[in-house]
């Protein structure tokens, strides 16, 4: 059973940065799809960005050139670093991993972190 944990979030004014960490199992990292989804009141859950089991990377229109995705193998985390936040990124941010390589099937999913940027 895949366990999810995220730490990093906070309160940040508009036009700082902050790093988000997912910590998960070595075969979930290593194999699967993962990814930070994010969801705001009142607003659908959005993915932000995904890195796949290759180490390909996605973003949304919203996060390019503004967020990174990363991984570290040796201590089993991705990152999302987030520069020039702004006052609509303020979400809960969650991190999820996918059952393969492909980012698709969504199926764990951590307690999430809350961003807050004013």
């Known amino acids: 059973h895949v366990q999810l944990v995220e730490s990093g979030g906070g309160s940040v004014q508009a036009g700082g940065s902050l790093r988000l960490s997912c910590a998960a199992s070595?075969?979930?990292?290593?194999?699967?799809?993962m990814g930070w989804f994010r969801q705001a009141p009142g607003k659908e859950r959005e993915e932000v960005a995904s890195?796949?089991?290759?180490?390909?990377?996605t973003y949304a229109d919203a996060a390019k050139g503004r967020f990174s995705i990363s991984k570290d193998n040796a201590q089993n985390t991705i990152y999302l670093q987030m520069n020039d936040l702004k006052p609509e990124d303020t979400a809960m941010y969650i991190c999820a991993a996918a059952r393969g390589a492909s980012c698709t099937r969504w199926t764990y999913w951590g307690q999430g972190t809350q961003v807050t940027v004013s």
């Open positions: 890195i796949g089991g290759a180490g390909s990377r």
């Open positions: 070595a075969y979930t990292y290593r194999s699967a799809c």
